[in-house]
């Protein structure tokens, strides 16, 4: 009888014990650490600044990042809006926002950043307004989230001349090694 009313505390006692060797070993393989993304413009899941938008200069926010993986050859920025519900739209992720084969040793891109000065080797794929670099928010109504997405990858990508995301995503895709988010939101 004493046995049974044990039993959920032995599950518990395992299920921590799994839980823990699982990240023990993980550490001791020397597992990357968590990549992090910040703005000073921004925190975390708070409103972007007008500044940043199609309601002000709608220049782009500084970011920085650190943690990225030693064996990191290149970084991906990917912004984008998954809150694109609208009568004319059908529901779809609106991308804002799209560099690739940003060098791993660059950990910052700066506020209001101009083409000509990307960071050497950077390439830029095509929004969804079907041109190159940073187009702020500009929600038709309510408020949306804008994901900004960095991702670490073990390879450097070929040209893919102005991807859109899809393409991107597809190269990158088995190549990434680390990645981190940062989600902004604005309503107009």
């Excluded at 059908?90 to 791993?104: A, E, G, M, S």
Aim: aromatic share 10%; glycine share 6%.
């Amino acid at each position: 009888m004493q046995i049974k009313k044990l039993q959920p505390c032995l599950r518990l006692f395992g299920l921590i014990f799994c839980c823990y060797s699982h990240l023990s070993l993980a550490l001791e393989e020397g597992a990357a650490m968590s990549m992090t993304l910040k703005s000073p413009a921004f925190a975390q899941q708070t409103d972007i600044p007008k500044e940043f938008t199609c309601d002000g200069s709608n220049v782009s926010p500084a970011l920085a990042w650190t943690d990225v993986p030693q064996n990191a050859k290149s970084l991906v920025l990917i912004v984008d809006d998954p809150d694109v519900p609208a009568s004319f739209l059908p529901l779809r992720t609106w991308v804002h926002w799209l560099l690739y084969n940003i060098p791993p040793t660059v950990s910052e891109l700066p506020q209001q950043l101009a083409p000509q000065k990307l960071p050497q080797g950077t390439l830029q794929g095509k929004n969804d307004w079907k041109g190159t670099g940073y187009n702020g928010p500009c929600p038709p109504f309510g408020k949306h989230r804008y994901f900004f997405k960095l991702y670490a990858l073990d390879t450097v990508l070929p040209d893919l001349n102005q991807p859109d995301k899809a393409a991107l995503e597809k190269a990158m895709a088995g190549h990434i090694i680390g990645q981190a988010e940062l989600i902004g939101t604005y309503k107009r």
